[in-house]
């Protein structure tokens, strides 16, 4: 079962993920982050990886994602890259993980990938306001992503915003279910747990019952 959480960036969309893996049990999901599949800029000087538009579909190596997504459900490991954000290159190691019964895959840009899209079994979109967005979005990258108060705003007026507005936004139409920021997420939470949890019963349950 591949649940898809997608959401503007700094929308919730992790916290979501956790919230449901404590929920049904950490042995039972996985969570694939799509950040961690964004392509390798080593090859460019380090001043254009910072100008580069990383909310852009085509800045995701959803080739990858959708194969290892495809390997994960056939019940097989997968070596997930490990991106550097500082950076904006992919590491040489890389960390494996294993298969198990859930596997959640949140991004801002799954829905808007058709190759992701049709491999999702439950679409959740995260709706959160773009001020609670940004403001969540300037904390994290300064503090995890060594970036500076300008280079934040700049980007997000550059290319965060008007990606979000072309592909993020709109894919929301794809969602089964939208759970709103500042709403009773503990209700969706618990809805989408209990789905969760009928599908696992239905696997386990020995052939013939």
């Known amino acids: 079962?591949?649940?898809?959480?997608?959401?503007?960036?700094?929308?919730?969309?992790?916290?979501?993920?956790?919230?449901?893996i404590e929920t049904v049990g950490k042995?039972?999901?996985?969570?694939?982050?799509q950040d961690s599949y964004y392509r390798n800029l080593a090859d460019m000087p380090l001043d254009e990886r910072h100008q580069a538009n990383f909310d852009h579909p085509?800045?995701?190596d959803s080739?990858?994602?959708?194969?290892?997504?495809?390997?994960?459900?056939?019940?097989?490991?997968?070596?997930?890259?490990?991106?550097?954000?500082?950076?904006?290159?992919?590491?040489?190691?890389?960390?494996?993980?294993?298969?198990?019964?859930?596997v959640i895959v949140e991004g801002i840009l799954i829905f808007a990938e058709p190759?992701?899209?049709?491999?999702?079994?439950?679409?959740?979109?995260?709706?959160?306001?773009?001020?609670?967005?940004?403001?969540?979005?300037?904390?994290r990258?300064?503090?995890?992503?060594?970036?500076?108060?300008?280079?934040?705003?700049?980007q997000y007026l550059k290319t965060v915003r008007p990606m979000h507005f072309e592909f993020v936004e709109p894919s929301k139409r794809f969602a089964d279910i939208i759970i709103p920021e500042g709403g009773n997420t503990e209700i969706g939470i618990e809805f989408i747990?209990?789905?969760?949890?009928?599908e696992i019963e239905k696997v386990s349950l020995p052939s013939g019952i």
């Open 27 to 33: 042995e039972k999901v996985v969570l694939i982050e």
């Open 115 to 139: 190759k992701i899209l049709e491999l999702l079994d439950v679409k959740i979109y995260v709706d959160t306001p773009d001020d609670i967005r940004f403001i969540r979005r300037l904390q």
């Open 193 to 198: 747990c209990s789905k969760i949890r009928e």
């Open 1 to 20: 079962m591949i649940i898809g959480i997608c959401g503007g960036t700094g929308s919730g969309k992790t916290t979501i993920a956790k919230k449901i």
């Open 141 to 154: 990258d300064i503090t995890e992503r060594g970036r500076t108060v300008e280079s934040v705003i700049e």
């Open 58 to 60: 085509d800045s995701i």
């Open 63 to 102: 080739e990858m994602l959708a194969n290892h997504l495809k390997r994960l459900k056939l019940g097989q490991p997968i070596d997930m890259p490990i991106y550097d954000f500082k950076t904006h290159t992919r590491s040489p190691k890389t960390e494996r993980v294993e298969p198990k019964p859930v």
